[in-house]
């Protein structure tokens, strides 16, 4: 019993001389076709995804182009100021609530949402909009606009809703005057 449990521990894989044969080739074939393939990767013109244009001029001041060049406008602090047109302030500050209903505010164009706040009136709808209600932080949480874009901001929306409000004035002071 001992006897055959060492003979199968020697048996290897390889019986026959033909076999023999086609593995020394295989061992030899193998490696070479593999090599072959890997030299011929590597010195192609063209390789799918190889790199870019990284290196050119044009790339390379693009990267190192100052980021205040790219899009930004630069506003004069001590120059007067401008104020914004009603969609204008809608597409920087409301839109992020009022765009999708957020918070449960009601929607741009919603005429069933919108509804109630314009029975409230004119009057009531701006206070809420210049001291904030519920969620909605006072001036739509940007501190940096006038009194008049916000009252802009809330015709826009309220009229493009159902609503009728008048624009709002604009009142000069003296110093605007001047």
């Not at 006072?138 to 940096?144: F, L, R, S, V, Y």
């Not at 159902?162 to 624009?167: A, I, L, P, V």
């Amino acid at each position: 019993m001992s006897d055959t449990h060492e003979d199968h521990e020697h048996e290897s894989a390889i019986k026959t001389p033909k076999q023999l044969i086609v593995a020394v080739i295989a061992a030899f074939a193998v490696p070479i076709i593999c090599i072959v393939l890997l030299v011929q990767f590597v010195t192609a013109e063209k390789l799918p995804a190889a790199g870019s244009d990284s290196q050119a001029p044009e790339a390379v001041a693009a990267r190192i182009q100052p980021v205040s060049d790219i899009g930004y406008t630069f506003k004069d602090a001590s120059g007067p100021k401008q104020l914004l047109a009603g969609e204008q302030i809608f597409k920087t500050t409301c839109v992020a609530c009022h765009g999708a209903g957020v918070a449960g505010a009601p929607k741009f164009g919603d005429a069933a949402a919108w509804a109630p706040r314009i029975k409230q009136g004119y009057d009531k709808v701006l206070d809420h909009a210049l001291h904030g209600l519920n969620a909605m932080p006072a001036k739509g949480g940007n501190p940096d606009l006038d009194d008049v874009e916000v009252a802009r901001a809330v015709v826009y929306m309220v009229n493009q809703s159902g609503g009728s409000f008048k624009e709002p004035e604009v009142k000069m002071t003296e110093a605007a005057a001047k």
